[in-house]
Every structure is written in structure tokens, then in C-alpha cells.
């Protein structure tokens, strides 16, 4: 092993005593993994010390210029991978992919100059590229009933994700958050669920709160779960109870979305509708950031503010001040 993969296994083991996620702990280790490849193929550098901001740069332009897939860590994985197989091998990588690698590679120099294991941070003067922000997809109401209206809810899988689309839909959760629920975790009586640090991105205990119809959609459903299957999940696989996985759920997601013609649509519009129309219908930012569990008021404004002109003529209406003047 050379040096920089010591220093690699160092910042991994650091990362799982903080507790991350193996999602995100993975996508730090594919990173850094790749670009010590490049810097070792590029400069004959193997030692994370020896990076300078010239390279890193220089890392940059490669990655603009080079295709998806076509630049791997190592033989065997492209052998297993069979990369050049994927329907985007070869296309341009996104502004925002490249962003993400650029927070990666920082987050790991970071942690060596926090340990004194570099003296100058090469990444210090390196900034995210400037990206064009997309608007986050949004489902029209007709467009969410006849959705709905097309799952099979005679069939257990359907049933449980009929329920699972609009729990998230009026919750805000995250996919995993919803998959990761216990029966337990449900409180009824408060129409709240207690998301367990566990299981939220934030590493955080965070409560969420549901409508009184969706409290008896979900009284429903766990009566009917029960009749069929033993689990401590609240939305179980079929065969053998274990935790409904995130893959599996997104695939059944486009296949019912594809049903009624919504073929972009994908599960994470649920929680970005739960957001807009939240503040559509007059809720503050501070709050809708407490119920989505970001970090600070900045993720969330970044995040959702994205309100078109219709949506502001709208939502003006409910606040006119001459409207709302109280005549006496």
C-alpha cells in the first residue's frame, strides 16, 4: 500500500466513528479513491502531502473533458463493473457531479490538515464549479390522484406503496426515513412519527407529523400488513418481511408513474412537492426546515425556493394587503 491509501483508510475509519452513513461513506471512498488513481498515473504522486492546488485544477479539466465510466480506480472493478455496458457510458459528467466530487476530495484534506497531517490545504482556494440550477419536478394535483388511482391496492406490494407514496407526499420525508419506519415508531394520538437518528441523514432523532386522513390510511394498512405478514416494519417486503430496500421501491415507483405517462417522474418529487406546497400555502421556512431535516435554513432556500411566477401570483392572492384589510 502506498501512502496515500494508508491515508485513505485513516479518513474511512474516521468517518465510521462519526457514525455517516455507508451511502455517503462509499461515495467519499469512490471519490478519493479515483482521484489519488489520477494523481498517481498523472505525477507519480502517492502521497497525499505532495498534492498541490496546480493538480487538483488540472483534475478539474480532466473531469470536464473525460466521459462517465471510462476512468476507474482499478482493472478488476471495470472487469466486474463491465462500466462500457451502461446506457450513459461516455457522456459528459454534470456540473453537479463534479461539484460533489470537489466537496468529497475537500472534506478528506480537511481531515488531514485537522490532524496535522498537511501543513497547507491544497483545497483551500479551490471553489464548486457555477451550475445552472434546475427547478425541482412537481406532480399537479390531477396528475398525483390518477397516479394513486392506478396502483392495484388488492395486491400487498401495491397497497404498500400506495401507502408509502402518500405518507412521504404528506410527511416530507426521505425514502430511506419512510422504508426505515417501525410500527412502533407511529404515535397516533399526536399524529407524529419519530424519525431515530439511525436511520436520518443528519445522524438526528427529528419528528415529522401526518393528516388525520392519512392516519387513517396508515391505521388501515397495519391491519392489513397483519393479517399477512409478521415484521416490526412498517412497510415490509412481501416474501419474507425484512425492510422494503430504496431500489426496489424506485423501480415500482416509475413503473406506476410510467402507467399514467409521468415517465420523469421519480420518488424524490414526493418530498420536493411536500416542500413547495408547504410554502405555497403560507408555511414559514424556518419550520418546513425543522420537518425536512436540513442543517441550517440555507439548505432548504437552496433547495426549494424555486417558485415560478404563477406560483407567486397565486400565493399573492392569500396575502393581499388590501384584500386582508378588515373592514369596519
Keep these: 500500500m502506498s501512502e496515500i491509501d494508508y491515508q485513505i483508510e485513516d479518513f474511512m475509519t474516521h468517518c465510521q466513528t462519526k457514525g455517516l452513513s455507508k451511502k ?11 482521484f489519488a488513481k489520477y494523481v498517481a498515473d498523472n505525477y507519480k504522486i502517492t502521497d497525499a502531502k505532495k498534492v498541490t492546488e496546480d493538480m487538483i485544477r488540472d483534475y478539474i479539466k480532466n473531469l470536464q473533458k473525460r466521459g462517465k465510466y471510462t476512468f476507474v480506480a482499478n ?3 471495470k472487469e466486474i463493473n463491465c462500466p462500457e455496458n451502461r446506457k450513459d457510458y461516455g457522456e459528459k459528467i454534470s456540473t453537479t457531479t463534479i461539484n460533489n466530487y470537489l466537496r468529497n476530495i475537500k472534506v478528506f484534506f480537511n481531515f488531514l490538515q485537522n490532524y496535522r497531517i498537511i501543513r497547507k490545504n491544497p483545497m483551500q482556494n479551490i471553489k464548486t464549479l457555477k451550475n445552472e440550477r434546475k427547478a425541482l419536478g412537481f406532480i399537479q394535483d390531477r396528475d398525483f390522484l390518477r397516479l394513486l388511482r392506478h396502483i392495484d391496492t388488492t395486491k400487498f406490494p401495491e397497497y404498500r406503496d400506495y401507502i408509502i407514496i402518500q405518507l412521504i407526499f404528506d410527511t416530507g420525508m426521505r425514502i430511506g426515513e419512510c422504508l426505515d419506519l417501525l410500527v412502533t415508531d407511529i404515535d397516533f394520538q399526536a399524529r407524529a412519527i419519530d424519525l431515530r437518528a439511525e436511520t436520518t441523514k443528519a445522524k438526528k432523532d427529528r419528528t415529522v407529523f401526518f393528516s388525520p386522513k392519512m392516519s387513517e390510511e396508515l391505521k388501515k394498512w397495519i391491519q392489513y400488513k397483519d393479517r399477512y405478514i409478521e415484521s416490526d416494519y412498517l ?9 422494503l430496500q430504496i431500489g426496489n421501491f424506485e423501480t415500482n415507483f416509475k413503473k406506476y408513474a410510467n402507467r399514467v405517462g409521468l415517465n420523469n417522474a421519480h420518488p424524490h418529487m414526493l418530498r420536493n412537492n411536500f416542500a413547495k406546497r408547504c410554502l405555497m400555502n403560507g408555511m414559514d421556512i424556518y419550520t418546513l426546515s425543522r420537518i425536512l431535516g436540513h442543517s441550517s435554513v440555507t439548505v432548504t432556500e437552496r433547495a426549494y425556493l424555486d417558485l415560478t411566477n404563477d406560483d407567486i401570483r397565486k400565493n399573492y392572492q392569500r396575502f393581499s394587503p388590501l384584500s386582508n384589510l378588515k373592514r369596519y
Design 235 to 243: 412497510f415490509p417486503s412481501r416474501k419474507l418481511g425484512h425492510k
Design 75 to 77: 482493472q478488476l472493478s
Design 24 to 34: 455517503t461513506m462509499l461515495s467519499y471512498e469512490q471519490t478519493i479513491k479515483l
